[in-house]
C-alpha cells in the first residue's frame, strides 16, 4: 500500500496564485486545501483550486501528439509529430519569408514558466513580425499606460489594501477574480477588514457585481463611459484647488497639460453621457482627495472598450494628483525577487518603452509590446500577398472562442498552408491543427510565477515543484518549445536541447556578465530549462545572492526549501528609483494620450437614442468558477446552476416580452446567438450581460463535460474591426446590440 504524501503547490488558475497542499497516495490526489502557512495567500482557496484534481485526471486531456491524416487528429509518437512540422513548416518560411508564420500565446502561459520563458525564446527564433497574444483582449491598455508613464510595460501600480481608507473600484470584481493585474488572494477578506476599520469601498459598474454587493456604494454606469467619469473627477479636482502633489511635485511632468486636456470634461457634460449625476462625480473626486489613505482601481471592463488606454492613464492620474501614488494605503509598486524590468538596470531614468516599431500588414495597427492586435489574425491570413499569414504556432491558445467573431477566424484557420498547437485539449482552436503537442498537467511541472510577482499585494517569493514525474516518454513543456526553436534555427528537430539551451542562456548572460559569464553559468549548473532562468534572475535581482557577494540574499535553492514560500514584506514607496522613464519622471500628459483625447471629448456629446427600439448595450462577466474556457471541462467547476446566462434588468426583460429562462437571441453584423435569460435588477437598464469563454458545440473539439451545456459564445457576435488605436486592445464591453426573443 502507498503511503501518503503532502506536496506543496502553487495554483495555477488564476491570478491569485494561492498556496495549495496537495496531499497524494501514489499518482492518485486524494485532498486539496490551502496551506496556511503560504507567506503570501494563507490558507485562501477558492473552487478552482480543487479543481486541480480533475485537470489532472481529465480523460480529455491530451496525453500523445496528434497528426491530421485525412482529416482526422490521429495518435503519433513525439519523434513523428516533429517530423511532421520539420517537414512541413520550414519549406513555408523558406518560399514566403519569416512573417509567413504567426504565432499566438494565452493566458494559460503566465501560470507555466516553461511557456512563458521559452515562448520569448521561440518568438526570437521565429523572426515573424507577427506576433499575437491574449493580452490585447483583455490588458493591454494597462501596459501601455503603464510603459508611458512610468518607463516599463510592466510597472503597474496595485492598491495597497490592507492599509487604505478608501477604495473606488471601476469595471472589476476582485471577488470572482481574486484581482486581475493585481494579485489579491482573498480579496473579500481584505475589503471586509477595509470596511471594519472605518473605511469605505465604491464600486462603480454597468452590473452590481459579487464585489459592488460587498461595497458601501454602487454606482451603474453606462458601459465604455469610463473615461467621460474619470476625467470628469480630474476636472473637479483642479477647478476646486484639491490638486496635491505631496512629495511626487518634483518628480512629475505634464501637471498643466493634463489640466488642460480635462478642462472639457465638466461634471455635467460627463454626467449625461455616463449617466452617474454631477453631484455625484463632484462627491466621488472629493472623497478620494480628502481621503488620508485612498486609491482608485480598474480592471478588465476599463480595459476592454474603445477608450481603455485613456481610461487606465486617468486612474493612474487621479492617484497622482491626489497624492496617493507610492503612498502606504494608495497605488504602489511590487518589488519582484525577479524578472521585473523597473528593478533592472540604473535607477531612476531609462530608455521608456517604443511602440509602434512595426504595424499589421492589412489594417495598419501598431505594435504594442512586440505584438499585433489579435483582432488582426484573421485578415492576415484571408489577406493574400508579400507577408501572408500561411502559418501559425498556437501556445495554450483560444482565440476562436476568446477573440471577436470567432467564427471568421475559425474559417481562416481552415485556409492556413500548416498549424501546430501546444494545448492540453483539443479544443475549438486546437482542432484546426496539422500537430497537437500536449501539454503536461500542472501538477507534473515545477513552477515560480514569473508575471504575477510584479503586481502583487505583497512582496514575496514562491516555488513548487512537480507533484508528479512527468508519463513516461513526455517532454517538459519547454523543451517541447525548444525543440520547435530548432526547428525554426534550422537545427532540426533532432538538434541537441540540452547543448542549444545551453548555448542561449549563456547568450543572455553574456550580456549582462561579460567575460564572467562562464563563472555565472557554473553557479547555476544545479538546475536546468526554466528552473536555471529563474535562479539566474532571482541571484541578480534586488533581493539576490549576486552569485556569492551577499550569502543572506535569494537563490531558488533557499525559495524551494521554504514550502510556503519566502516574505518579502510589504509594498514600500519606490519613487524615483522604479522609473524608467527618459527624463527620470512621473509622465502625466505623456504626448499620445494627449492626441487620442479629442476622442473622447468628441464622444462626450454622442445622442443616446431613448427609444423603446434603441439596441442594447452588452457586457462580459466573470464567474468565480470559469475564468477561462478550457476550465468548463472541469466536472468540480461545472456543476450547479446554469451559468451562461444573459443577465437583463427587468423593465427591459417586459418591454421585450421575455421571463426568466426563455431564450433570448442576441444579433450584431448579421451574427446570432442564443442564451437563457435570467432577470435581474443588478443589470443597469438598457445593459445586458453575458459571460466570456463559453461555445463548445463545435465539431471537431473534445471536450465532452463543457459539450454537455455548451454555452453562447460572447464573441461570436462581437466585432473584430473595433479596437482601441493605442493598445490594439479588442472592444469587448459597450457594443450595441439588438436583443429579442428567439424565433
Known amino acids: 500500500m502507498t503511503s501518503p504524501q503532502t506536496h506543496y503547490r502553487i495554483c495555477p488558475l488564476c491570478e491569485a496564485c494561492c498556496g495549495l497542499e496537495v496531499r497524494t497516495e501514489g499518482r492518485k490526489v486524494v485532498a486539496i486545501r490551502g496551506l496556511e502557512s503560504d507567506v503570501f495567500s494563507h490558507g485562501f482557496i477558492c473552487p478552482k483550486a480543487v479543481a486541480l484534481k480533475d485537470l489532472h485526471e481529465d480523460p480529455d486531456r491530451l496525453r500523445q501528439p496528434l497528426v491530421k491524416r485525412d482529416g482526422r487528429h490521429v495518435p503519433v509518437s513525439w519523434d513523428e509529430a516533429f517530423a511532421e512540422i520539420e517537414r512541413r513548416l520550414p519549406p513555408i518560411l523558406a518560399a514566403h519569408g519569416r512573417d509567413a508564420l504567426a504565432l499566438t500565446v494565452g493566458n494559460p502561459a503566465a501560470h507555466k514558466a516553461g511557456l512563458l520563458l521559452y515562448f520569448a525564446r521561440l518568438a526570437r527564433a521565429a523572426g515573424t513580425k507577427n506576433l499575437y497574444s491574449a493580452s490585447t483582449l483583455d490588458q493591454m491598455p494597462k501596459h501601455l499606460q503603464a510603459g508611458l508613464m512610468f518607463?516599463?510595460?510592466?510597472?503597474?501600480?496595485?492598491?495597497?489594501?490592507?492599509r487604505t481608507d478608501y477604495m473606488l473600484v471601476l469595471g472589476a470584481n476582485p471577488i470572482a477574480s481574486n484581482g486581475s493585474l493585481w494579485t489579491v488572494p482573498d480579496f473579500r477578506g481584505k475589503a471586509k477588514a477595509l470596511r471594519a476599520r472605518g473605511g469605505k469601498l465604491v464600486v462603480i459598474d454597468p452590473r452590481r457585481t459579487e464585489t459592488a454587493d460587498a461595497a458601501d456604494e454602487h454606482h451603474f454606469i453606462r458601459p465604455g463611459t469610463d473615461v467621460h467619469l474619470l476625467a470628469a473627477m480630474l476636472n473637479t479636482l483642479f477647478a476646486e484647488g484639491r490638486v496635491r502633489l505631496g512629495r511626487l511635485e518634483p518628480l512629475v511632468a505634464g501637471l498643466d497639460a493634463l489640466q488642460q486636456a480635462v478642462a472639457p470634461f465638466t461634471p455635467e457634460r460627463a454626467a449625461a453621457r455616463c449617466g452617474i449625476p454631477a453631484d455625484t462625480i463632484r462627491t466621488l473626486a472629493r472623497e478620494l482627495a480628502d481621503a488620508e489613505r485612498g486609491v482608485v482601481y480598474g480592471r478588465i471592463g476599463t480595459c476592454t472598450q474603445a477608450f481603455g488606454t485613456l481610461s487606465q492613464w486617468l486612474i493612474d492620474a487621479l492617484n497622482t494628483v491626489t497624492g496617493h501614488l507610492d503612498e502606504p494605503g494608495g497605488a504602489m509598486f511590487s518589488k519582484a525577487a525577479a524578472f521585473g524590468p523597473n528593478t533592472m538596470g540604473p535607477p531612476g531614468?531609462?530608455?521608456?518603452?517604443?511602440?509602434?516599431?512595426?504595424?499589421?500588414?492589412?489594417?495598419?495597427?501598431?505594435?504594442?509590446f512586440g505584438e499585433l492586435p489579435m483582432v488582426k489574425l484573421a485578415e492576415e491570413i484571408e489577406t493574400g500577398g508579400a507577408g501572408q499569414v500561411r502559418a501559425l504556432i498556437t501556445i495554450a491558445s483560444n482565440p476562436v472562442l476568446s477573440?471577436?467573431?470567432?467564427?471568421?477566424?475559425?474559417?481562416?484557420?481552415?485556409?492556413?498552408?500548416?498549424m501546430v498547437s501546444v494545448d492540453i485539449y483539443l479544443n475549438e482552436t486546437s482542432r484546426h491543427a496539422d500537430v497537437v503537442l500536449p501539454g503536461v498537467s500542472p501538477l507534473q511541472d515545477g513552477h515560480y510565477d514569473v508575471a504575477f510577482p510584479q503586481m502583487s499585494w505583497r512582496n514575496h517569493a514562491r516555488y513548487s515543484a512537480p507533484v508528479f514525474a512527468r508519463d513516461e516518454g513526455?517532454?517538459?513543456?519547454?523543451?517541447?518549445?525548444?525543440?520547435?526553436?530548432?526547428?525554426?534555427?534550422?537545427?532540426?528537430?533532432?538538434?541537441?536541447?540540452q547543448a542549444l539551451d545551453d548555448e542561449l542562456t549563456a547568450d543572455d548572460v553574456r550580456k549582462l556578465a561579460g567575460e564572467q559569464t562562464p563563472a555565472v553559468m557554473a553557479a547555476v549548473s544545479r538546475w536546468q530549462g526554466p528552473e536555471r532562468l529563474v535562479d539566474l534572475a532571482?541571484?541578480?535581482?534586488?533581493?539576490?545572492?549576486?552569485?556569492g557577494l551577499k550569502p543572506d540574499g535569494l537563490n531558488l535553492a533557499k525559495v524551494a526549501d521554504a514550502p510556503g514560500g519566502i516574505d518579502l514584506g510589504e509594498l514600500q514607496p519606490r519613487l524615483p528609483e522604479m522609473l524608467r522613464t527618459p527624463n527620470g519622471k512621473i509622465e502625466l500628459a505623456p504626448a499620445p494620450l494627449l492626441a487620442d483625447l479629442p476622442?473622447?471629448?468628441?464622444?462626450?456629446?454622442?445622442?443616446?437614442?431613448?427609444?423603446?427600439?434603441?439596441?442594447?448595450?452588452?457586457?462580459?462577466?466573470?464567474?468565480?468558477?470559469?475564468?477561462?474556457?478550457w476550465m468548463h471541462n472541469l466536472p468540480t467547476l461545472a456543476k450547479g446552476p446554469l451559468r451562461c446566462t444573459l443577465l437583463m434588468h427587468p423593465d427591459d426583460a417586459q418591454r421585450l416580452g421575455l421571463s426568466d429562462g426563455a431564450l433570448a437571441e442576441v444579433k450584431r453584423a448579421g451574427r446570432a446567438i442564443s442564451a437563457p435569460v435570467a432577470i435581474s435588477d443588478a443589470m443597469m437598464r438598457g445593459v445586458v450581460s453575458l459571460p466570456h469563454g463559453w461555445g463548445h458545440h463545435l465539431d471537431g473539439s473534445q471536450l465532452a463535460v463543457a459539450a454537455e451545456r455548451p454555452g453562447a459564445n460572447l464573441n461570436a457576435v462581437l466585432d473584430e474591426s473595433l479596437y482601441d488605436p493605442l493598445s490594439g486592445n479588442a472592444?469587448?464591453?459597450?457594443?450595441?446590440?439588438?436583443?429579442?426573443a428567439a424565433t
Do not use: C
Not at 516599463?152 to 490592507?162: E, H, M, N, Q, R
Not at 467564427?407 to 492556413?416: E, M, N, T, V
Open 151 to 162: 518607463g516599463t510595460l510592466f510597472s503597474i501600480a496595485v492598491p495597497d489594501i490592507v
Open 349 to 368: 531614468k531609462g530608455r521608456g518603452i517604443i511602440t509602434g516599431r512595426h504595424a499589421s500588414r492589412v489594417s495598419g495597427a501598431p505594435e504594442v
Open 403 to 418: 477573440a471577436p467573431n470567432g467564427p471568421r477566424l475559425s474559417k481562416a484557420l481552415d485556409a492556413l498552408d500548416f
Open 474 to 497: 513526455q517532454p517538459a513543456e519547454w523543451q517541447n518549445l525548444l525543440r520547435l526553436t530548432a526547428i525554426l534555427k534550422g537545427l532540426g528537430a533532432n538538434a541537441d536541447l
Open 538 to 547: 532571482l541571484r541578480a535581482g534586488p533581493y539576490g545572492d549576486r552569485f
Open 599 to 629: 476622442r473622447a471629448v468628441a464622444d462626450l456629446d454622442a445622442e443616446l437614442d431613448r427609444s423603446g427600439a434603441a439596441p442594447m448595450s452588452i457586457i462580459g462577466r466573470r464567474e468565480l468558477r470559469s475564468n477561462n474556457s
Open 731 to 740: 472592444v469587448l464591453s459597450g457594443v450595441a446590440v439588438e436583443v429579442a
